[in-house]
C-alpha cells in the first residue's frame, strides 16, 4: 500500500485527463460569440437543495393532499425553471473580444483587457471572467482563482482585465479563460471555456541586487575573449562626479534616482568621453559567475535594465546570439527578447 500513497486521486487523475481533452478540442480565437453549443449549464448546490426540497414538498402534498402544498410546489418549481432560461440567456449571444498583453517579466502579473458586447436590448447582469485552471497559468500552488465581475448594458459593451501570473521566460500562449454567471437565483451556474489565440513574451525576472556592470573592454580588442580594463565598479564609459565637471555631462535620470533614495553629490556620475572613447560595455553570459543558466539570465536581465537607465552603449552576447552595441528603447527590447528567446 505505501508504494501507492504517493499516486494521485483515481478521480483527479481521470478529471485532469478529461479536461485537457476536452480545451484540446477548442479552437483557437481572440474573439468569440457564445452560442447555443458554447453554453453549458448545470444546477448549483443551493439548486440541488432547492430540488430536493421541492421534491418533499410534493411527495408531502400527494401524502396529506394538501392543495397549498401543491400550489407552493409548482409555483417555486415554475420560479427555477424560469431562473434557469434567465441565467442560461445572460450568457448566450454575448460576443467577447480579447487584446493582446505587452511582453512581461517572469513573476510579474500579467493583465490583458476583454471587451464584452451585448447587442441585445436588455443589460446581461453578474458575468465574471478568470483564468480556468490558475496553477497551469502559473500561479503558486494554493492560490485561488480570481474573477473579474461585470455587468455588460443593453446594446452596449464592457472591458474587464484577467490577470495571471506566468513563472517561465518564453513565448507563451494566454491561458485558457472561463466565463459563467448565476443570476438571477443562484440555483443554476451557466459557463463556458474560451482558448485565445494570442501570445505573450516573457522576459527573464530581474535579479534584485545585482552586481556592478561588468568593466569595459578595449574596442581595439573587441573579441569575447579579449582583456577586460581594470574597473572601479561602473563601466569605463562612467564615473564618479568631481568638482568642476560640467553638469551637462552629469546622468540626470541617474542622479533623480539618488535623489529619491537621499543620495547627495557623491551618488553622481557623469560621462567619461576620453575612455568611452577607447571601451565599450558588453553584457556577456560568461560574465554571470557560476550561477544556473536561468539564474545567469536574469542577472543578465538586471544588467540590460541598469545600462539602460544609465544611458549607456551596451551589446549582449549569448551563447546563439550577439546583438552589437547600442542604446535606447528599441535596443533595450530587443536585448531582453533575445534573453527571453534564448
Known amino acids: 500500500m505505501a508504494a501507492f500513497a504517493f499516486l494521485p486521486h483515481p478521480l483527479a487523475f481521470l478529471q485532469n485527463r478529461l479536461q485537457r481533452w476536452f480545451e484540446a478540442r477548442l479552437p483557437l480565437a481572440d474573439s468569440v460569440t457564445l452560442t447555443q453549443r458554447t453554453v453549458y449549464i448545470l444546477p448549483t448546490r443551493p439548486g440541488w437543495m432547492l430540488f430536493l426540497t421541492l421534491a418533499v414538498l410534493l411527495v408531502a402534498s400527494i401524502n396529506y393532499q394538501l392543495n397549498l402544498g401543491y400550489l407552493l410546489t409548482f409555483l417555486l418549481a415554475g420560479t427555477a425553471l424560469v431562473g ?47 483564468v480556468l485552471d490558475p496553477q497551469a497559468a502559473g500561479r503558486q500552488q494554493g492560490a485561488g482563482r480570481h474573477w473579474a465581475w461585470t455587468d455588460v448594458p443593453a446594446q452596449g459593451s464592457s472591458t474587464v482585465q484577467v490577470a495571471f501570473t506566468p513563472l517561465r521566460r518564453g513565448l507563451h500562449r494566454l491561458p485558457t479563460l472561463t466565463a ?50 581594470q574597473s572601479s565598479g561602473e563601466f569605463d564609459g562612467v564615473r564618479g562626479y568631481r568638482r568642476g565637471d560640467p553638469l551637462k555631462h ?75 552595441p547600442a542604446s535606447g528603447e528599441a535596443h533595450k527590447r530587443r536585448c531582453l527578447e533575445a534573453l527571453a528567446t534564448c
Not at 434557469?84 to 449571444?93: A, D, K, N, Q
Open 84 to 130: 434557469m432560461h434567465v441565467c442560461h440567456g445572460t450568457l448566450r449571444g454575448l460576443a467577447l473580444h480579447l487584446t493582446a498583453p505587452a511582453a512581461q517579466y517572469a513573476g510579474a502579473n500579467t493583465s490583458f483587457d476583454i471587451q464584452l458586447t451585448n447587442a441585445r436590448r436588455s443589460v446581461r447582469h453578474g458575468i465574471g471572467l478568470s
Open 180 to 229: 459563467e454567471t448565476r443570476f438571477p437565483l443562484g440555483t443554476f451556474r451557466v459557463w463556458t471555456v474560451w482558448r485565445p489565440a494570442a501570445q505573450v513574451l516573457v522576459y527573464p525576472a530581474p535579479e534584485p541586487g545585482p552586481p556592478p556592470l561588468p568593466s569595459g573592454e578595449p574596442r581595439s580588442q573587441g573579441a569575447g575573449n579579449a582583456p577586460r580594463a
Open 250 to 324: 552629469v546622468l540626470w535620470k541617474k542622479a533623480a534616482k539618488a535623489g529619491e533614495q537621499g543620495g547627495e553629490s557623491a551618488g553622481l556620475v557623469v560621462r567619461d568621453h576620453q575612455q568611452a572613447q577607447h571601451h565599450e560595455l558588453w553584457l556577456d553570459i560568461r560574465q554571470a559567475g557560476t550561477l544556473s543558466a536561468e539564474q545567469g539570465l536574469s542577472r543578465l536581465c538586471a544588467w540590460v535594465l541598469q545600462a539602460d537607465r544609465l544611458g549607456l552603449r551596451y551589446g549582449l552576447r549569448l551563447p546563439a546570439a550577439e546583438i552589437s
